[in-house]
């Protein structure tokens, strides 16, 4: 069973990001700040919900918490900055942006930068343990994958609309075929001989 709070605090955040290993797409992050008396018997880490499950869950996260604010970094910034760092950005972009100020802040995983001076605390897990970032798992996944699927009627040859950029078979195949797109990760291996060197 998930755990409502990790703070004292009444405004607490939780925060997680989507889409961090895919070969195109943005990374995209969502900060929730939930009630005191916020319930949701389903919510949990969206890795472990179906796609049907999510998008029920969507609306009443977003009708219930008290702020949320989602945020993509497009890929030619995480080329430019590194896609640990485009995650990290991404969730203090959404922090920054959320209506009420946050007095303290989770984050899902090991790895953070401090949003000016509110404490925060990283979570192995995150998103298993605490309703806030599960609910910003699901709001991650959810808005990255309607950007995906909005993408996919540009590109329906990626079949983004089912893969939502991850390196799938079938992706890898349509990358070798058509190559790559304004929105490929340049800096990711997209093919796996890309690395072998021709004398």
């Not at 969507?58 to 702020?67: F, S």
């Not at 989770?106 to 897990?125: L, M, T, Y």
Request: proline content about 5%; overall charge neutral; aromatic content about 8%.
């Amino acid at each position: 069973m998930l755990i409502l709070k990790h703070s004292i605090y009444r405004h607490e955040t939780g925060t997680d990001e989507a889409g961090r290993g895919c070969l195109a797409g943005p990374v995209t992050a969502a900060a929730v700040i939930l009630p005191d008396d916020f319930k949701l018997d389903l919510l949990n880490d969206s890795k472990q919900l179906s796609e049907k499950v999510r998008e029920a869950l969507r609306p009443l996260i977003i009708e219930k918490a008290l702020c949320y604010h989602v945020a993509h970094i497009e890929p030619t910034v995480i080329d430019e900055i590194n896609i640990l760092n485009a995650s990290i950005q991404a969730m203090r972009e959404c922090i920054i942006s959320l209506k009420t100020r946050p007095e303290y802040i989770i984050v899902d995983g090991n790895r953070f930068k401090a949003v000016e001076d509110i404490p925060h605390s990283c979570i192995i897990k995150g998103d298993s343990k605490y309703l806030s970032i599960a609910a910003a798992s699901v709001l991650a996944k959810t808005y990255r994958d309607d950007y995906m699927n909005r993408l996919h009627e540009e590109y329906p040859m990626y079949n983004w609309k089912n893969n939502k950029g991850y390196p799938t078979r079938e992706h890898r195949e349509a990358i070798r075929k058509y190559g790559l797109t304004p929105h490929h990760r340049l800096s990711f291996r997209q093919l796996p001989e890309q690395l072998e060197i021709e004398f």
